[in-house]
């Protein structure tokens, strides 16, 4: 069964920083890798979309790496802002799609 | 396009009762599937479908019943509802991006449902 973790659980860092959110899965025969944003009572986001068989996808000021073999994903996030501000998922995808529990970011003026 | 709406937005159940939660989508994707949300974690999948007629269990299907008669549309019905089933439910739909498999999803608003 396929399980997906999610390190820190929560992370407050002042704007302007530059951070890295981690995802970790536990097995590796996966179609693609998603990096979604969740602002509070709202729905999903898309953010990046990493397929199998890439290493890793850029939007902006995210950028988020694959490493299947090791089981990891990592979200970077350029230059903070306040509004950066929400909780981050990750979820891999063969098929049926697991969710790890996500991280919250706050990001302070 | 309207993308995935869901309906309706919020809903109080008394335990016992049953409803159905709606999940539509306009982007003629082959692939839909239902998520909840309890507090503080991630989504878990309760039914998926790979297209008309064709619906699977998820991590989490007890309670829960599905059918995929269109493209388009992918009701959950809660059976008899329980305190255990509130949570924030979400529709999804996927694509087929490449060849081979690789499914982008995207997300309904998501339905708030309380069970009294």
């Known amino acids: 069964k396929q399980e997906v973790t999610q390190i820190p659980a929560a992370l407050s860092v002042p704007e302007g920083e530059n951070l890295v959110l981690n995802c970790s899965f536990t097995?590796?025969?996966?179609?693609?890798l998603q990096w979604f944003r969740q602002d509070p009572g709202k729905g999903l986001t898309s953010l990046l979309l990493i397929q199998s068989s890439q290493r890793e996808q850029t939007s902006g000021r995210l950028n988020a790496s694959l490493d299947k073999s090791s089981g990891r994903s990592t979200l970077y996030i350029a230059a903070s802002q306040p509004g950066d501000s929400a909780t981050y998922l990750c979820a891999v995808s063969a098929g049926k799609s697991t969710f790890g529990d996500g991280t919250t970011l706050t990001v302070k003026p | 396009n309207a993308g995935v709406t869901q309906t309706p937005k919020f809903q109080v159940l008394k335990t016992g009762q049953s409803m159905t939660l709606q999940c539509a989508q306009d982007m003629n994707h082959e692939y839909m599937s239902w998520y909840r949300q309890d507090p503080g974690m991630g989504l878990r999948l309760i039914h998926y479908?790979?297209?008309?007629?064709?619906?699977d269990q998820g991590e989490v299907p007890n309670g829960y019943n599905v059918s995929r008669s269109t493209t388009e549309d992918f009701p959950l019905r809660l059976l008899s509802a329980a305190p255990s089933q509130t949570s924030v439910y979400f529709c999804?739909?996927?694509?087929?991006?490449?060849?081979?498999?690789?499914?982008?999803?995207?997300f309904g608003p998501g339905t708030r449902l309380t069970v009294t």
């Open positions: 097995d590796s025969a996966i179609y693609n």
């Open positions: 999804a739909s996927s694509y087929s991006r490449l060849a081979g498999g690789v499914y982008e999803q995207y």
């Open positions: 479908s790979v297209g008309a007629g064709i619906t």
